[in-house]
């Protein structure tokens, strides 16, 4: 094989000299950014394959997912969820790291609207002593 891999836009032969492997070439036939190839002579790097993957993957996406939808349901309905949200999206982050997967942007997302909602309901409770404190002051 010559240093030239194959684009998937036009099948036209891309020279690969001065191309980094798994950058981005533009091809000199028909102009679109093809991906380099890891291996030259238009070898695609393989895919990896669903039994490599570690069943714990699906439990971060489902943690992940609860996260997310704790967090929005506490922020949105009832603030009490909030610190729900937070120990999901934790555990979450623990299920990616004992995977070795990214930790899910729903686990983020669900851990920030979890901390959001939880210190929205902490200054609601100190605002509700504070006026409650005021009547009680108030009254005597
Ligand atoms: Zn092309």
């Not at 679109?32 to 039994?51: F, Y």
């Not at 909602?117 to 108030?138: E, N, P, Q, R, V």
Request: proline share 9%.
């Amino acid at each position: 094989m010559g240093h030239s891999f194959t684009c998937h836009y036009c099948e036209g032969q891309i020279p690969l000299a001065g191309q980094t492997p798994g950058g981005r070439a533009t091809c000199p036939h028909c102009g679109v950014q093809a991906d380099v190839p890891q291996a030259p002579g238009g070898a695609r790097p393989p895919a990896p394959r669903p039994s490599q993957q570690r069943p714990a993957v699906a439990a971060v996406a489902d943690a992940g997912n609860t996260a997310l939808l704790l967090g929005i349901l506490g922020f949105v309905l009832c603030q009490v969820l909030g610190p729900f949200a937070i120990m999901k999206g934790n555990q979450a982050r623990a299920y990616a790291y004992e995977a070795g997967v990214p930790v899910p942007g729903t686990a983020t997302a669900g851990l920030v609207l979890g901390w959001i909602t939880t210190i929205l309901l902490i200054l609601t409770l100190g605002l509700f002593c504070m006026i409650f404190g005021l009547a009680a002051l108030g009254g005597a």
